[in-house]
């Protein structure tokens, strides 16, 4: 049964974000406990759940290599798929700085220390701070967010991939419309990964580019100088 309040979306948040990494070993053994942790709160309806149900047991038998090969042509061949969600908005310009620290200064004000090798505009970083605030705050900070996810669900839909599904999740558990926009064109990947001509002038185009979306899965916030500790199979 759907709940449309739900009291809590601490786990439904936590279960995303870490569907959303990369699926290494230790993530795929872990689908049973990511579905239970989606219906414990019932937060998504009967619709959604089936679909990521689909999901898990898609990953869960795929071979290793493949499933990891395809996380990299989803999220890390083109800014149209970034799980890095200012890069939808500012791209490589200078505007991007100034926005991840800006979202840097709200987790610290919510008394929280960003511990990863990620940038802070990760998706799964997101969704790890939002399981730390209280629903209705959390639906307002992902809400802010809408038109970027709604981009990234459409190219996803595009793709034909999965992970479409776990982005409609994200927006439905934040109590937003999920939709379809029109994309805007981007660049071959040979294009925007082409090397400067020499004197040629300074360019950050794609090479200015975050690390890759393989490296690392750490828990990202403690409190307090405690971490805290998510239930099992939810997060590293």
């Given at each position: 049964m759907f709940k449309k309040n739900p009291?809590?979306?601490?786990?439904?948040?936590?279960?995303?974000?870490?569907?959303?990494?990369?699926p290494d070993a230790q993530l795929r053994s872990v689908m049973p406990q990511l579905i239970d942790a989606l219906q414990a709160e019932q937060a998504l309806t009967a619709e959604r759940m089936d679909e990521l149900k689909a999901v898990c047991?898609?990953?869960?038998a795929l071979d290793p290599l493949e499933a990891e090969a395809r996380y990299v042509d989803n999220f890390d061949r083109g800014r149209q798929t970034s799980l890095h969600l200012f890069e939808h908005v500012h791209g490589d310009s200078r505007d991007r700085g100034p926005a991840l620290i800006d979202l840097m200064q709200t987790y610290e004000k919510s008394g929280l220390q960003f511990e990863a090798d990620e940038l802070p505009d990760h998706l799964p970083v997101v969704l790890e701070f939002a399981s730390t605030q209280p629903p209705e705050v959390a639906k307002e900070f992902l809400g802010e967010m809408a038109h970027i996810l709604n981009a990234l669900f459409s190219a996803l839909v595009a793709r034909n991939s999965p992970y479409a599904s776990v982005i409609a999740a994200v927006l439905e558990v934040?109590?937003?419309?999920?939709q379809s926009v029109a994309l805007t064109p981007e660049p071959a990947m040979?294009?925007?990964?082409?090397?400067?001509e020499a004197f040629g002038g300074c360019s950050t185009q794609g090479?200015?580019?975050?690390?890759?979306l393989r490296d690392g899965q750490?828990?990202?916030?403690?409190?307090?100088?405690?971490?805290?500790?998510?239930?099992?199979?939810?997060?590293?």
């Open positions: 009291t809590s979306v601490r786990l439904t948040l936590r279960a995303l974000g870490y569907l959303l990494s990369y047991q898609h990953l869960a934040s109590g937003q419309r999920v040979d294009e925007v990964w082409a090397e400067p090479q200015s580019k975050p690390g890759n750490p828990v990202h916030f403690v409190r307090n100088a405690r971490t805290e500790r998510a239930p099992q199979g939810v997060s590293a």
